[in-house]
């Protein structure tokens, strides 16, 4: 081992930093990444690094936006499902949940968001309460469910194409900050990705 050169021991460290192989007694190893690094397992489609960089880089965006930036109190989001026209089965909520988790932890009170995906299961809490079926109902004065701000959504657009040497996609995320009182888009930023290759992986 002391004839090994420093170099190639601090390489081997920074190797096993950067991925990590969990052997498992009933199968093949499996190598644990970053979200951030591209796997050997990849295609053309939507990959875990690309939500990184995408979803870090319209929370940044957002956050410097003027509405945001400026604002008198916290102003109240409210999520709205991304339209999806790109040839992936892509789970659109997972970049929305990502924009929110990265601006709660980063926007120190300046943002506020809402569960208004659970609608249903706080009206139901709300009207046991109200009806003082469990304790807090004094508390409540009709309806106290807060309004949106403003609105976070977006769209998936793509180019793709096919030939007899692979395939290639390209593909604009854009996310809007939408006003919803006078439909005004009051913040907007987008990434685009292209790739090309063999198209041999599937998405679920």
């Known amino acids: 081992m002391k004839n090994v050169p420093a170099i190639l021991i601090t390489a081997a460290l920074l190797g ?22 591209r796997g050997f397992v990849a295609g053309l489609g939507i990959e875990s690094q690309d939500l990184v960089t995408i979803s870090d880089k319209m929370a940044r ?17 409210v999520l709205e499902p991304i339209d999806n026209d790109t040839r992936f089965p892509i789970d659109q ?6 924009i929110r988790v990265a601006l709660t932890g980063n926007a120190n009170g300046k943002i506020q968001f809402v569960a ?16 003082g079926q469990v304790t807090g109902g004094d508390k409540l004065e009709g309806n106290e469910f807060k309004g949106a701000d403003y609105i976070l959504t977006g769209t998936f657009k793509a180019i793709s ?18 006003n919803p009182n006078n439909t005004d888009i009051v913040w907007e930023g987008f990434h685009e990705i292209k790739k090309q290759g063999k198209d041999d992986v599937t998405y679920r």
């Open 16 to 37: 096993v930093a950067a991925c990590t192989n969990v052997n498992s007694p009933n199968g093949p190893s499996v190598t644990e990444l970053r979200p951030s690094e």
């Open 61 to 77: 965006g957002i956050l410097g936006a003027e509405p945001i930036a400026n604002a008198q109190g916290k102003p109240v989001v």
């Open 93 to 98: 909520d997972i970049f929305l949940t990502r």
């Open 161 to 178: 194409s096919r030939g007899a040497a692979g395939a290639s996609d390209y593909v604009l995320y854009t996310f809007q900050l939408i």
């Open 116 to 131: 208004r995906e659970h609608i249903d299961k706080l009206e139901r809490e709300r009207d046991l309460k109200t009806s």
